[in-house]
């Protein structure tokens, strides 16, 4: 066929060669609106803040930053500090996510990648910092701080894929991870805290050193004890409420409020010691409460049987 076998009509100019096909979809960068990425930003700059915060933990403890300008076991105290900072990214990570509407896998999936590094890897480190003079062999605290780290990562991963996007949030099933963090980090803040208790040398202040000589080295022993109940604690299935959710949203009970009033009288009276009082006592109030209702309590309750005397003959 030649060109003069073309009708005219086909060879016009005017004809747009797309006509009849459909029209091409609007293209989305990065498959999100220009305002749902903006408000991402905020959720995931604080869960990062929250790894930068347990990496600064290990790298404080490994005493590699200013040591001309930390007094002596300083950096362990910088160390317990970062892992509380990172306990206030993680409280507020999740907040701002809801609020921002961009709660999603991803996020969630980076949340527990970060609290693996904050608390999990960083509190089994200071850990090993803090009582590495202690009677344990260096092996057995590698040990009990690897038990820490896995029984960490196994909470997290059970956390994923047993909570739906629906749960509520008021309870937890084991120990949660920032907690037992907490139990570890609040014990050099307490080292710190009874170094500066004695004070000037007074009459006083000598009976109060020499209750410190003792208790010092007693906290340094203990703590390896504490980090391997709470790693257990941790991978078990006894029920722990939510704090920070029961605390700022709902209905507070009269338990709530003598909680926050114990927790304030303990900060005033003995202000560095409370921490380890607080975390113990949140990490250690469920099992033996369980124990109680669980095993003790029915125990008592049984009804007791009572041997009544046999017939005798007639």
Known sequence: MTNSDIPVESMS???????????????????????????????????????????AAITFAAKVGPDDVLPDGGHLLVAAGCIFFAMVFDALDGRAARWAGQTSEFGAQLDSLCDAVSFGVAP????????????FHSRILWMIGALYV?????????????????????????????????????FP????????LAGPPTSMNETVARILEWFEPAIVQ?????TFIVACLMVSRIRYAH?????FSGRRTRGHLIQILFSIAAIFIVRELALPLIFLYFAFAS????????????????????????????
């Open 13 to 55: 100019e005017d004809r747009d060669p797309r006509e009849g096909m459909p029209p091409p979809r609007p293209r989305r960068r990065l498959g999100l609106p220009k305002k749902e990425r903006l408000f991402a930003v905020l959720p995931t700059t604080l869960t990062l803040g929250n790894v930068f915060c347990g990496f």
């Open 124 to 135: 089994a480190f200071l850990m090993r910092q803090f009582s590495a003079h202690s009677i």
């Open 243 to 247: 704090v920070f959710n029961q605390m």
């Open 222 to 226: 203990a703590l390896p004890f504490v």
């Open 189 to 196: 803040v307490a080292m710190y805290g009874l170094n500066n």
């Open 150 to 186: 896995a029984c960490a990562i196994l909470r997290l991963a059970r956390f994923n894929v047993e909570t739906d996007e629906d749960d509520s949030h008021t309870a937890f099933s084991g120990l949660p991870s920032p907690a037992a963090a907490g139990v570890v980090a609040s």
């Open 287 to 314: 099992p033996l409460r369980a124990l109680w209702t669980h095993w003790i309590a029915p125990y008592f309750q049984r009804p007791q049987a009572t041997s009544q005397p046999t017939p005798g003959p007639h």
